[in-house]
Each structure stands twice: as structure tokens, then as C-alpha cells.
């Protein structure tokens, strides 16, 4: 059995930010229960180079959805990076996980061969469509979902591996 590249690519997204959001719910449900100010878990970084766990959720969803757009070969929706609250957070990974659904397997299968080309800063980046979405898009999404996970956990939110993994 082959895999395509929509089942390579929309299963996984999909689960990693609806892991994220029970993720985001239960930091939600910490912050009050602890009488947190939630905007101290929301601005909150593993280390002062990198970014808070806002922008490591904002960075997850805009890869994942740019990521199939590229692929598809369709233009992006736009997200306005101004979320300030976990009800926000949660709401734009929820539309993600809707753009994510959206893409038919015939936007997607058929571009392991495609070329794609990536400026980030001032370097281009090039890719077989393949290679974009198993070395770039995929392991992006995880690092930044997996940071959003870390500084929760470290933060004091009860977070386990399951969390992270989601039910079989």
C-alpha cells in the first residue's frame, strides 16, 4: 500500500493541533483553577531567545496551513497574529483544523515532485514537494507544537505524554 501525500500530510497535521488544542484547554483550565493571570502562561518562553508560547501556537498553525496551500498550489488565508487570550488560541487553531479538512486528496496527491521554493530571511530554499512536506513542514509543526507542550509543562500545567500523542 502507498501513502499519499494527502494522507502523509493532513492525518497528522490534523491530530497534532487537535492535540493542541486539548493542550491549550487544559492551560485554560489551569490558569483559573490556579488563579494565574493567563497572559503570564500566555507570554511565557523555555528560554529568553525564544519565542512565548502564543507565537510558538501562531508559527504551528501558519506552517501547517501556508504548508498545504503551497502544496496545493492556492493562495494562503491570511491569519492576523493577535491573539491574547487561550479562547483565541484555541479558535485559530480551530479554523487551521478546518482549512486543514478542506484540501481533496487531488489538490494534494501528485506533488511529491513539485517544486517549491521558500524565501526565509534572505536565503531560498528549495524542495521537491516531498521533501517539503516530510523535512519542513511536518517536523516545523511538531517543533513548534512540542515547545507550546514544554512550556506549559514546565509552567505547572498537568501535561502528560498523551496529552501530546493524543488517544489511538
Do not use: C, W
Request: glycine residues 6%; negative net charge.
Amino acid at each position: 500500500m502507498t501513502l499519499s501525500m494527502h494522507g502523509a500530510a493532513v492525518p497528522p497535521l490534523a491530530r497534532s493541533l487537535s492535540n493542541l488544542v486539548g493542550i491549550l484547554a487544559k492551560a485554560a483550565a489551569h490558569a483559573e483553577a490556579k488563579g494565574i493571570d493567563p497572559a503570564v502562561l500566555l507570554q511565557a518562553r523555555l528560554y529568553p531567545d525564544m519565542f512565548p508560547l502564543v507565537r510558538q501556537v501562531q508559527i504551528a498553525t501558519d506552517i501547517a496551513r501556508r504548508g498545504l496551500a503551497r502544496l496545493a498550489g492556492v493562495e494562503s488565508t491570511a491569519m492576523a497574529d493577535n491573539e491574547a487570550s487561550f479562547e483565541e488560541l484555541i479558535s485559530r487553531v480551530e479554523t487551521t483544523l478546518a482549512s486543514l479538512e478542506a484540501f481533496l486528496p487531488e489538490q494534494i496527491d501528485g506533488t511529491e515532485d513539485k517544486a517549491i521554493e521558500l524565501t526565509i530571511r534572505s536565503e531560498t530554499l528549495h524542495f521537491s514537494g516531498q521533501t517539503f512536506l516530510l523535512l519542513f513542514v511536518l517536523p516545523n509543526v511538531y517543533f513548534h507544537v512540542t515547545t507550546a507542550y514544554d512550556i506549559l509543562r514546565h509552567n505547572g500545567v498537568e501535561l502528560g505524554k498523551r496529552d501530546f500523542l493524543g488517544e489511538p
